[in-house]
C-alpha cells in the first residue's frame, strides 16, 4: 500500500525546533525585576505558547509599566541576543525530520508566535532551505490557541488544512493544530500535554522518520482525502 503524503508539515518553533523557553523565561524574569517584581520559572511556563502581545498584559500586571509593543520587543530582542552569545539550541530530531520532509519534497511552513524578525534568524541558521511559508506572530491577528495561524499557513502554501501535519509542543499551540483541522502532534518539552487535544503525543522527534509521522497521520489523511473526492467530482 503506498504512504499518503500530506499536503504539508506545519512547524511550531520554539520548543519544537529549538531549545529556546529557558531564554524566553530569563529573558521575562530579567524584566520583571527590573520593575521591581518577582518572576518565577512556574510563571514563566503559564505562558509557554501563548501569543506575545497577550503575554504582555500579564506583565504589565506584574508590575512592568511599558506599552505592550515594548515589551514584546524588549523580550525579543533579550531572546535575539541570547541566540547569538549562547548559540541556536536546536532539539532532537527535529533538523533531522525537517530535512528529510525537504528531500521528499514535502511542502513546510514554520508556524510560530514569536516575531518574524527571530524567526528568520532561527531559520537562516538552518543550513539547508527549510520552508516555503513563514507565519509569525506579528503577521496574524488572532495568535495561538486560535486556528487562525495555522489556518494562514495553509492558506498560503495553497493547500487544504486537513490534509496537513501539525508539529507542536505547547497547549496553546495544540488547541490551535486541532481545532485548525490539521492532524496535531504533540511532543511535550517543559509544559505538559497530558488532556490536550493532541491526536499522538510523543516524547521526542528523535529517531522519528518522515514514514513514521505519515504512518501516524494516515487515518487522517485518508479521511481528508475521502472528505475532498465529492468537491473534487461535482467540480
Avoid: N
Wanted: charged share 25%; glycine share 8%; aromatic share 6%.
Amino acid at each position: 500500500m503506498t504512504t499518503r503524503l500530506p499536503a504539508a508539515v506545519l512547524w511550531d518553533m520554539d520548543g519544537t525546533i529549538v531549545d529556546t523557553e529557558p531564554y524566553w523565561i530569563r529573558a521575562e524574569t530579567e524584566l520583571v525585576r527590573s520593575f521591581g517584581g518577582e518572576w518565577t520559572d512556574e510563571d514563566g511556563l503559564q505562558l509557554v505558547g501563548s501569543g506575545l502581545w497577550e503575554s504582555a498584559a500579564v506583565f504589565q500586571r506584574a508590575g512592568v509599566d511599558l506599552p505592550a509593543d515594548d515589551i514584546v520587543h524588549r523580550l525579543t530582542a533579550r531572546v535575539r541576543e541570547q541566540l547569538l552569545e549562547d548559540g541556536v539550541p536546536w532539539r532532537p530530531g527535529a533538523k533531522e525530520l525537517l530535512r528529510e520532509l525537504r528531500d521528499a519534497g514535502v511542502p513546510t511552513a514554520l508556524v510560530t508566535m514569536s516575531l518574524r524578525a527571530m524567526a528568520e534568524d532561527i531559520v537562516s541558521a538552518i543550513e539547508f532551505d527549510a520552508f516555503d511559508v513563514l507565519v509569525a506572530g506579528d503577521t496574524v491577528d488572532h495568535p495561538k490557541p486560535h486556528p487562525e495561524p495555522y489556518l494562514r499557513a495553509a492558506e498560503q502554501l495553497g493547500v487544504d488544512i486537513a490534509a496537513c501535519i501539525a508539529l507542536e509542543d505547547s497547549p496553546p499551540g495544540v488547541a490551535s493544530a486541532a481545532a485548525s483541522g490539521a492532524f496535531a502532534v504533540g511532543v511535550p518539552h517543559i509544559a505538559s500535554l497530558d488532556g490536550s487535544d493532541a491526536h499522538v503525543l510523543w516524547p521526542t522527534l528523535d529517531g522519528v522518520t518522515a514514514a513514521i509521522l505519515f504512518d501516524a497521520a494516515a487515518g487522517h489523511l485518508a479521511g481528508a482525502a475521502t472528505a475532498r473526492e465529492p468537491e473534487e467530482a461535482g467540480a
